[in-house]
């Protein structure tokens, strides 16, 4: 019973391993015969897609660069020279000398460009127009002389100034200038209104020559022909003007007075004038008297007799 039960389970162990080794053979045979492995796809490349370059646009010829031709190297001028420009219009006055009351010997155009090698400072000549403004240059009174001896221009008539350091020209102006001189034996005292200046005279002698300032344009000094009729030292100058007006002034003493016009026009010193000369009427005019400086003041003060002529004139 037991050798038959063990041949009952080898048998069924053989019938499932027989039925395990043809299975698979029975399968094969059902799907037409043994199985081939599947070819794997075959990649197909895609073209390439052909770039198709876009011209650029056609740009507009480039402009050259202009060619800067290089500023010529100035000449330099000759030693102890300057330049300077006429500006005035529509030409300058060439004078013999360096003053207002020198002849005028030429005309120069404006725009011409000089050469000029000296300068002066006249002390005594009338202001002249400012070749800018018109208005009357009442602190530049410097002449230039033109190079080769043609002659001299003033410099408000100019433009260019002389170099710093140039030693100013050694001339020396004609002591008197359109002035009436008084007989011999007689004294004269002549006061220049355009020129801001005194000069007095015994006969053809002349004793005192300064620079003065008198009235401004508004109260001017009066032009004529007066004499002294009255002299003090010291003098109070009191105001004709009440508190208020533009014209007065607050007391003041001065040292030495002498009248020659009525009604207070007296030839004085003024301590407090800083400014003399041509143009001192414009820019610090008097009251209509006539401001001599110290100490010459006082030796006019002396020499003027009661009785001497006073002229007043506009040159």
């Known amino acids: 019973m037991h050798a038959v039960g063990h041949l009952g389970r080898r048998m069924r162990l053989s019938a499932a391993a027989l039925l395990a080794a043809v299975m698979p053979m029975a399968l094969g045979a059902c799907a037409g015969g043994p199985a081939s492995p599947e070819p794997a796809p075959t990649a197909t490349a895609s073209p390439i897609p052909t770039a198709t370059s876009t011209p650029l646009p056609t740009s507009a010829p480039s402009t050259p660069t202009p060619t800067v031709a290089p500023l010529p190297t100035p000449t330099p001028l000759p030693p102890g020279t ?25 005309q120069e155009p404006a725009g011409t460009s000089d050469l000029f090698n000296a300068w002066y400072r006249r002390g005594d000549d009338p202001p002249v127009p400012d070749y800018k403004t018109g208005a009357l240059e009442t602190w530049s009174q410097d002449w230039y002389r033109l190079a080769g001896g ?105 040292d030495y007075v002498m009248e020659f016009i009525s009604g207070g026009y007296f030839i004085h010193d003024a301590p407090w004038r800083t400014r003399w000369g041509p143009g001192a009427n414009l820019a610090a005019g008097s009251h209509g008297c006539v401001n001599v400086p110290m100490p010459l003041m006082a030796q006019l003060y002396r020499w003027t007799n009661l009785g001497d002529e006073v002229v007043v004139q506009n040159t």
Do not use: C
Not at 83 to 103: E, Y
Not at 193 to 214: C, E, K, M, P
């Open 150 to 254: 043609r002659g001299w221009i003033h410099s408000s008539h100019l433009e260019g100034f002389e170099p710093s350091g140039m030693a100013q020209f050694n001339w020396t102006p004609p002591p008197v200038r359109d002035v009436p001189i008084p007989p011999a034996g007689r004294h004269r005292i002549v006061i220049s209104l355009l020129r801001q200046h005194l000069w007095a005279f015994n006969g053809s002698q002349l004793v005192y020559d300064t620079v003065i300032g008198t009235g401004r344009p508004e109260l001017p000094t009066l032009l004529g022909t007066y004499h002294v009729f009255y002299k003090t030292s010291p003098y109070r100058m009191v105001s004709d003007w009440p508190y208020g007006s533009p014209y007065w002034y607050a007391p003041a003493w001065v």
């Open 82 to 106: 300057f330049l300077a420009t006429v500006a005035v219009q529509p030409s300058a006055a060439i004078r013999s000398g360096p003053g207002t009351d020198m002849p005028v010997i030429a």
